[in-house]
């Protein structure tokens, strides 16, 4: 009997980094290919968090897909760190460059997924109820998509505008002259709400954990800097994929703090606080997230220099983060974050001890102590990580199970890029795979997947199986690494990187933190060994 003929070879979920970058590789592969996006526009993050002051973290340069070299020659960033607009015109320059267009359906929410076992086909269902077929779906929906709403009493009660971050009015916002709520205190609110206060009327953040924020000090592009860049790309983008988080930095340093007498330590600290970007912690020294010391030496570092910029004591207090290492959150990069809490406009409600939030209502925020009233509340409240964007399609997989009833208690993965049950499913950046520079994580994955399809292609196969030995394996590995780092104290702290922000569910391992680098490395060989963690069949 002959096959089925599916609609598409590959049908991608998600057109931001990842679904373009997929789109260009599966038609290089001579795959027909349809990348599905519920927005309006492609760019995944960069359309969807429209917030003021929303910059990349990663430096801009970097912070590209690397597979044309025409792109890299031809676009040029303004910035060090490009705000949203610039991020989401460079998507489309890539989209427009490389002809990606005629690939893209937009507007299109694809509410559920499911593999047909005597086809080997996956078949997905849109919002609307239309169906498509493809021989291997992939998940390019992000790894922090997902928004999370904690459930705050009134929530629906506002009577003004009261929305996610991530969901940020697309038409924008005018907030001038208005009183502003955000709840949160996360890298979204550090990004937002230096920007917010120049021209609201007020601002006020309601913080329960703070953060340690490093100096991001941005920068304008220059054309000399601008050709040394493009002069030494190759050399960029290998830099990137040997590094530890997958950025174009020089580390390992080859030096400890530990083995640093304290005043060279306090020296190399201040030269590098001032360049900027997550620098600071990689090339300084190269324990900083290994020795809890080595660590509290930099954390006190950083308290120290709130101390410096916040002028109410008090409220430097409240900012200086307590109780747990550098790197146990995800540290935010700050664009005059500090600075801003010595304007009149700008106000701090600690929602941890002093004051503990009560509900939402229809003039504003209720705490224990007080009735805060504004125009606008801003939900900055964070992202159910890896697993949230999967786990909102009903994806149904061979034993009848959804990947959500699958992560209930543990989300394993084989290298973050497929799972045991789930054939001819891959995820770009899914659980278990490191936290890095995103687009560089994204391409290696897509490299991967892209290989793994070729194989099959011209070998004759058109089912692939996902070892559970090998998940197994991966997951006992994961958990191994995650255990000795000082990340792994990120459940005392809500940890986003553990999941332990979402309530009610239970603390994981999330991230491979075995370094990028290795991950890219293992991620060759098992290429290169003919993917020994998958059964290859034909049905
Ligand atoms: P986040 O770091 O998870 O912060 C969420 C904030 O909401 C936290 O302060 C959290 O407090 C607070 N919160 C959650 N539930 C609450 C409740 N019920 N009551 C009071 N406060 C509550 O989220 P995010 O700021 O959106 O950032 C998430 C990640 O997205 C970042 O770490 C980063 O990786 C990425 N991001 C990147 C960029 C960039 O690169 N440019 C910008 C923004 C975001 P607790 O900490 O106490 O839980």
């Not at 660590?295 to 008090?314: H, M």
């Not at 009610?504 to 993917?531: C, M, Q, T």
Request: charged share 20%; aromatic share 12%.
């Amino acid at each position: 009997m002959a096959a089925q003929q599916p609609d598409f070879d590959v049908i991608g979920i998600g057109a931001g980094f990842a679904g373009l970058g997929l789109i260009h590789y599966i038609r290089e592969a001579g795959l027909s290919i349809r990348v599905f996006d519920r927005a309006a526009d492609i760019g995944g993050t960069w359309t969807w968090n429209r917030y003021p002051g929303a910059a990349t973290d990663s430096e801009g340069y970097y912070y590209c897909l690397t597979f044309s070299k025409e792109v890299l020659r031809e676009w040029t960033w303004s910035k060090r760190y490009p705000g949203w607009e610039e991020t989401h015109k460079y998507l489309h320059f890539v989209a427009d460059k490389c002809d990606l267009w005629p690939h893209i359906q937009l507007n299109t929410d694809i509410v559920s997924a499911d593999f047909q076992a005597d086809s080997a086909l996956w078949r997905v269902t849109t919002g609307d109820g239309q169906t498509f077929t493809c021989r291997y779906l992939v998940s390019a929906m992000g790894m922090i998509s997902e928004p999370y709403i904690p459930d705050i009493k009134g929530l629906g009660d506002f009577a003004g505008p009261c929305f996610h971050s991530a969901r940020w009015p697309q038409e924008g916002l005018d907030y001038a002259g208005k009183r502003v709520g955000i709840i949160g205190c996360g890298a979204t609110t550090v990004q937002m709400m230096p920007v917010m206060a120049e021209t609201a009327a007020s601002v006020t953040v309601f913080q329960r954990t703070p953060n340690f924020v490093m100096p991001a000090v941005q920068q304008d592009m220059t054309p000399q800097w601008d050709k040394e860049i493009k002069d030494n790309y190759d050399e960029i983008i290998a830099k990137c994929r040997n590094h530890v988080f997958g950025m174009a930095f020089d580390s390992p340093v080859g030096r400890n703090l530990a083995d640093t007498p304290p005043q060279e330590v306090q020296k190399i600290f201040e030269e590098h606080w001032p360049r900027g970007s997550f620098r600071f912690v990689f090339e300084t020294f190269d324990d900083l997230l290994s020795n809890a010391e080595s660590n509290k030496a930099a954390a006190d570092f950083i308290a120290g220099k709130i101390k410096d910029k916040v002028d109410d004591p008090e409220v430097a207090e409240l900012l200086t983060p307590k109780g747990y290492p550098l790197f146990a959150k995800r540290p935010p990069l700050d664009h005059g974050f500090y600075e801003a809490f010595n304007r009149d406009n700008v106000h701090l409600v600690d929602v941890k001890e002093r004051e503990p939030l009560v509900e939402i209502n229809r003039d504003g925020v209720k705490t224990t102590q007080n009735q805060y009233d504004f125009d606008i509340i801003v939900l900055a409240t964070g992202f159910q990580a890896y697993t949230g964007a999967p786990e909102a399609v009903a994806i149904t997989g061979k034993g009848g199970a959804t990947l959500k009833e699958k992560w209930a208690t543990q989300s394993a993965s084989i290298m973050g890029v497929c799972m045991a049950d789930f054939p001819n499913l891959f995820t770009i950046t899914g659980p278990q795979a490191p936290f890095a520079n995103l687009p560089t994580s994204i391409e290696q994955n897509i490299m991967w997947i892209t290989d793994c399809i070729k194989k099959m292609e011209s070998e004759g196969y058109n089912l692939c199986l996902p070892r559970q030995e090998a998940e197994e394996a991966w997951v006992n590995h994961t958990a191994e690494i995650h255990e000795q780092t000082l990340m792994a104290q990120g459940y005392k702290v809500n940890s986003w990187m553990m999941g332990a922000n979402i309530e009610n569910k239970n603390p994981r391992v999330l991230i491979y933190f075995g370094g990028a680098n290795v991950y890219y490395d293992k991620l060759r060989d098992s290429v290169d060994e003919g993917f020994p963690e998958l059964t290859f069949a034909r049905v």
